[in-house]
């Protein structure tokens, strides 16, 4: 089992930038492949970006070249950077673990961008 806690989110104009964190309770160097995901209101839950265990990177078309994921084996942790926010960035943001097997969410973190 796996539990996630993020931080980071907050309330940021736009152009302005924000590191979200994920903090796994267990080691991470052996899960298949992390990610980011958000969901805003009255929406479905959306890929941002997702890293894997090599290090690979995957972003969705609307971030990309914007926000950049990382992840710190060492700290079992998975970092989100984000930066020239926009308001349609606004939504709660989750980190998602796959292992393979299963999956697992966090509690997410809200992000807000006022214009």
């Known amino acids: 089992q796996v539990q996630l806690v993020e931080s980071g989110g907050g309330l940021v104009q736009a152009g302005g930038s924000l590191r979200l964190s994920c903090a796994a309770s267990?080691?991470?160097?052996?899960?298949?492949?992390m990610g980011w995901y958000r969901q805003a209101p009255g929406e479905q839950r959306h890929l941002v970006a997702t890293?894997?265990?090599?290090?690979?990177?995957n972003y969705a078309d609307s971030v990309k070249g914007r926000f950049t994921i990382s992840r710190d084996n060492a700290k079992n942790t998975v970092y989100l950077q984000m930066n020239s926010l926009k308001p349609e960035d606004t939504a709660v943001y989750y980190c998602?673990?796959?292992?393979?097997?299963?999956?697992?969410w966090g509690q997410g973190t809200q992000v807000t961008v006022s214009s």
């Open positions: 267990r080691v991470i160097f052996s899960i298949n492949a």
């Open positions: 998602n673990a796959d292992t393979g097997y299963l999956s697992y």
């Open positions: 890293i894997t265990r090599g290090g690979s990177t």
